[in-house]
């Protein structure tokens, strides 16, 4: 079998939606630590600490999960459509299949 051509819209979706959880799951770990700087820093007190935390916080679980997959998608569309081109004057990828 050989793997003539690839549809890029259907890998950007996939891609997108997958870079979007990484990004939800990596803007969960920056938001707890970025609570955790804040409970661990003395310097600074009062509500302008824990505005800028919750910023960096809630920016990062809303924020980092639309730029991983926006991005995502974008990049993926743009390799899926690069590999169709090189497919088409080289030949595909040789797949084996039991």
């Known amino acids: 079998m050989e793997l003539k ?3 890029p819209l259907s ?3 996939v891609t997108a939606i997958l870079y979007g959880a990484m990004g939800l799951l990596f803007g969960g ?3 707890l630590l970025a609570l955790m700087g804040f ?3 003395n310097s600074s007190t009062g509500a302008e600490a824990a505005l800028t935390s919750m910023i960096f ?3 990062a679980v ?3 999960p639309l730029f991983y997959g926006i991005l995502g998608g974008i990049f993926a569309a743009l390799g899926a459509m690069l590999y169709n081109l090189i497919a088409r ?3 595909g990828i040789r797949v084996d299949l039991e």
């Open 29 to 31: 770990l920056f938001s």
């Open 89 to 91: 004057f080289f030949g």
């Open 57 to 59: 916080g809630v920016g």
């Open 5 to 7: 051509r690839i549809d």
């Open 11 to 13: 890998v950007a979706k």
């Open 39 to 41: 409970a661990l820093d």
């Open 62 to 64: 809303i924020i980092l």
